[in-house]
Each structure stands twice: as structure tokens, then as C-alpha cells.
């Protein structure tokens, strides 16, 4: 039974991402007048496929089959004390920065790049909830994680809009490959390891206040609050080549920092 299941969210997960680069797709064809435009579109398509198909069982092996029945997250008793909710932020917020960039290397028109690098993080989000999510045993669909995906992606085009110099980053507290899961948290472990950080960036050094978790000797999830001066690769990068750093500032994501806990 288990089989099908994960069949029919794979073909769901494959007819929404060519339906979104099929749109972009259009679009370029619309609006490109280079000559190599329908190498583009077909790269687009497979490109949808092979990342989607390959996200998907990744997402499987990391948080489980969605096997069962379609239930809700108990969201106030999953003892990572609100860690995963800022990720879901964080995820919305990257992935519409990522995409962006990502349509803007294919020659996208520019007032088009934001939309649809919004729209394909929300197709991306969305599917995690459902059905990844919602009918994993293990999981449940999560409301706040939902609306958390989705005010990450509005986030993004805020940023896009009025950009400042406030930020939102994270760091590690151990190496990732100390842990099962590389780059996804799905233990308690794992989410323990990160620390989300709210940044404000004058200059090069950035100021940031940082929130994570601690499990006490009963296994039960405890909040800890930093405060941390730093600076990311980004920073660095933007004092030997500035131009380089701004194309590769949608990969600006880790917080290389001193802290302290308060």
C-alpha cells in the first residue's frame, strides 16, 4: 500500500513542476530573443523533473513516506520549541531568494525573475506539507508550518522590495557531519545543532541575536537566546570583488560569528 502512495505523490510532485516550468518556459519564449531560447525551456523542463524527482526521495529518507492518513501536527507538544517554525520561515525566504537568482542566470526578464522564483518556492513548500507532511505517521500537516513557509516567501519579496540591512542567517554549533542528516534536521539532535539568527549589518561586521535549543537531562527542549557580532562569506567576498559577491548574494546564509549566551 505504502507503493502507491509514494507513486502518486511523486507524479503529483512532477505534473506541478512541469506545469511551473512549462509558465516560465512560455514565458521566455515570449520575451527572449536569443537564439538558443528552446535549449533553455527544455533545460528548464528536465531541470524541474530531475531536482523535483530527486528532492522528493530525499525529503523521504529524511522525514519519511507519506504512508498514511492525512492528519494535523500536534505543533504545541513536538519539543522543538518553535526551531522547526523559524525554519519553515527561513526555507520560504531562501528558496524565493535562491530561484530568483536562479531565473535571473536563465535571462529571465527582470520584472519576471521575483514572481516566479516566489511561485516555484511555494509549489516546493507546499508539496512538503502535502502530502509529505500531512500524511507521513510521524509528521502531520502544521498550520503554523504552513503559514511560516508562505510569510517567509512574502519576506522575500519585501527584502527584494525595500532592501536594508537587516538580514536573517544561521549557524552550526557542530560540524554537520557529526550528524544522519546533513542538511536537514529530523532529530531532536539535529535540531538542537542550529542557531537562527536575526542580523543587522552596518558595515562588514554584522550584529546579530540569535535563538536555538538545548535538551535538559529529561530530553525536554529548552530555549537559548546569544548575542553575536560576525560576518559571512558574502561580507568577505564584497571586499576583494564586489561584483561577484552581489551575484552570489542569494547563497548569503551562514553566520560566522562570536558569541555569547544570555
Request: proline residues 4%.
Amino acid at each position: 500500500m505504502i507503493l502507491p502512495v509514494r507513486t502518486l505523490a511523486l507524479l503529483v510532485a512532477a505534473v506541478i513542476c512541469v506545469t511551473i516550468a512549462s509558465a516560465t518556459a512560455t514565458t521566455l519564449d515570449h520575451d527572449s530573443t536569443r537564439s538558443g531560447k528552446s535549449h533553455v525551456n527544455r533545460n528548464m523542463l528536465l531541470g524541474n523533473l530531475v531536482v523535483g524527482t530527486g528532492a522528493y526521495f530525499y525529503f523521504e529518507n529524511t522525514w519519511g513516506a507519506p504512508s498514511g492518513k492525512f492528519h494535523f501536527k500536534d505543533e504545541l507538544h513536538d519539543n522543538v520549541a518553535f526551531t522547526d517554525e523559524i525554519s519553515h520561515f527561513y526555507a520560504g525566504y531562501k528558496l524565493t531568494d535562491g530561484f530568483r537568482w536562479f531565473f535571473r542566470m536563465l535571462k529571465m526578464p527582470e520584472e519576471k525573475q521575483l514572481k516566479y522564483g516566489a511561485l516555484q518556492a511555494a509549489i516546493i513548500l507546499t508539496l512538503v506539507e502535502v502530502p509529505m507532511d500531512a500524511f507521513n505517521p510521524d509528521q502531520g500537516f502544521g498550520v503554523s508550518d504552513f503559514v511560516l513557509d508562505y510569510a517567509g516567501i512574502g519576506y522575500a519579496l519585501l527584502d527584494a522590495k525595500y532592501p536594508n540591512k537587516f538580514d536573517m542567517k544561521f549557524s552550526l554549533k557542530q560540524p554537520p557531519w557529526k550528524f544522519d542528516n546533513k542538511f536537514l534536521a529530523s532529530k531532536n539532535e539535529e535540531f538542537a545543532n542550529f542557531i537562527w539568527w536575526a542580523t543587522y549589518t552596518p558595515k562588514t561586521v554584522s550584529i546579530g541575536l540569535g535563538y536555538g535549543i538545548e535538551y535538559d537531562q529529561h530530553g525536554e527542549a529548552q530555549s537559548q537566546v546569544f548575542l553575536g557580532a560576525g560576518t559571512t562569506l558574502y561580507d568577505l567576498l564584497y571586499l576583494i570583488k564586489p561584483s561577484l559577491a552581489n551575484e552570489l548574494k542569494a547563497f548569503d546564509c551562514y553566520f560566522i560569528n562570536l558569541r555569547l549566551k544570555l
